[in-house]
């Protein structure tokens, strides 16, 4: 097996087409970490047979003779000189692997391993993924602690995602695969377009929004050659951090169905978590990515503001929205945000001057990206003593960061931010107008949040409600004025200025890479007001999982209740933090498959 354990002859083999993978050359995929990287020689950012071929030819060079610059780095013993082990060292980086393929838990770079090797076709993955879909998502009876329950994650599945697997593998056969994403199957949270199929934002009153095009972070998928394969459940409207409840149906959380699921991108969380999915994208306006990535132990990456486009995206607050992955690991996460990212800023992007995207987000995945990295830690975002659980939890996560190599200094209070408390900082007030343009540009001209609420009042008036919110609520959801809207940008643009001051002056003060804090769980059980430390800067953050605890409330015990780790940084620094939550990662793997989705049956 070339990922594990490749000997000298079965390198050579490779090189000399005994043992050939089942596609074509052009068939493997550049993965940009640099473990992938070490030994890279013909310039193509990929170690492939061309890599293999001219070191094979070199065996028996040593340092000082010709030629030896142009292979010295394929030395893996560092020994000087070129032997079959250094070969059989660099054929492990290939992105190929013929064993036996293991869908539960696996990642991009597993699932490319296995298409170039010929033992998996996306096909074969979106039919896999398909099915733990119709066997899970809403079956009864999966969790005893909830036996009525269902995971509820899915709104609806894409009826074209399998002629699309099967014209990607064509494409694949032919000329090779487009990217590292190609043929991989994604979940969307169903506010973001997708070409053919209704965006709902949770809404039944919106079923029959069925859009021409795709949002253009869709598009920018698909042209990597992922695949769509679901719409996820979310929060209707995405209007809550804690739960995703809406028309379609109660998310629960994959590790427990009496969990708190996060929202509002908890359709996502729970489907990615429950391994019916290889990656997820999510919304977060005011955490609704790391809420839930926390809570389903997901790593979730919420972007600079305007780092990623909005375009075709159901708006909440057009100030703070912003796409992110929700993934099982920082590589996924990594490799989304490549696609994801825009080559300049975008709209109402946050300090555009200092926009910058790396040629990969792949390249920070350094294991040993925290040594010498000074992060600080927010005490008053933190719990207390009293809350044992997650007091154990973030003293672990300290311990395992400083083990890592990170000096990690106490912040006592992130507060007062602009002379007063975080808490006080509220939205730009844009709901009902981005509603009105988002339906007039993609729903029907000319129709209006206003003609949208008084659907839902007529249907609930008929006794057949289309939201799960009353009608008066929804009607108050698209009663803001233009006037009342712009009277409230100075405030909301004062208290962004006031975040972004207090967060540049803490680590500047500290000579701090980034701060770090619980994703959720303090100072109260859900999720609290951490998360809005990013959203209401505009500042990235990434949530990467801490592990589980179990928390004492009034009303009795939680059992097993998952928390992130969040790191947040400085504009456009969405490299480093990947690095330092990968370096966290794999200093922990804390991470563990949801034990109530376990592999189907075989089919006979």
Known sequence: MIATATTAVTAAALVFGTVAPARADTDSVSYPAPAYQRGELTGDAKV????????????????????????????????????????????????????????QETDVVAIQKAMTAGTLTSQELTAQYLRRIAAYDRTAGLDPRDPDAALESIIATNPTAMAEAAALDAERAATGPRSILHGIPVIAKDNINLAGLATTAGCACLADNVTSTDAEAISRLKAMGAIVIAKANLSEFAMSTVVSNSSYGNTKNAYGFDLPPGGSSGGTGASVSANLGAVGLGTDTGG????????????????????????????????????????????????????????????????????????????????????????????????????????????????????????????????PVGGGRMEDIHGSKTFTHGVDVYLDTYYRPGYTFADLAQKVADAEAAGHPLSSWPAEVVREFASTTTEQREAAYGPFRAGQKAV???????????????LIYPSTGAPDLLSGFNNLISAASGYPAISVPMGATDVDLPEGTILGIHRGLEFLGAPYAEDRLIGFAYAYEQQTHHRQAPSLFPDLPTEP
């Open 500 to 514: 972004q001051e207090r967060i540049d002056q803490l680590m500047r003060e500290n000579d701090l890479d980034a």
């Open 288 to 415: 609704s990515v790391r809420v839930p990535s926390s809570y389903n132990a997901l790593v979730g990456i919420r972007p600079t503001v305007g780092l990623v486009s909005r375009e075709g995206v159901l708006p909440l607050d057009e100030y703070r929205d912003t796409i992110g992955p929700m993934t099982r690991t920082v590589s996924d996460a990594a490799l989304t945000l490549d696609a994801l990212a825009e080559a300049a800023p975008g709209e109402h992007a946050i300090a555009p001057e200092a926009f910058r995207k790396p040629a990969s987000y792949a390249s920070s995945l350094d294991p040993n990206a925290l040594q010498g990295v000074r992060v600080g830690y927010l005490v008053d975002r933190g719990p207390t003593d009293a809350q044992t659980g997650d007091f154990q939890l973030v003293a672990a996560a300290r311990a395992d960061l400083e083990a890592a190599g990170a000096t990690v200094v106490d912040i006592a209070s992130f507060d």
């Open 48 to 103: 492939d047979r061309d890599d293999l071929t001219v070191l094979m030819t070199a065996v028996g060079r040593k340092a000082g003779d010709p030629g030896w610059d142009a292979v010295a780095a394929a030395d893996a013993d560092q020994d000087g000189a070129i032997t079959v082990t250094d070969v059989a060292a660099l054929s492990k980086q290939f992105v190929y692997d013929d064993d036996p393929f293991e869908l």
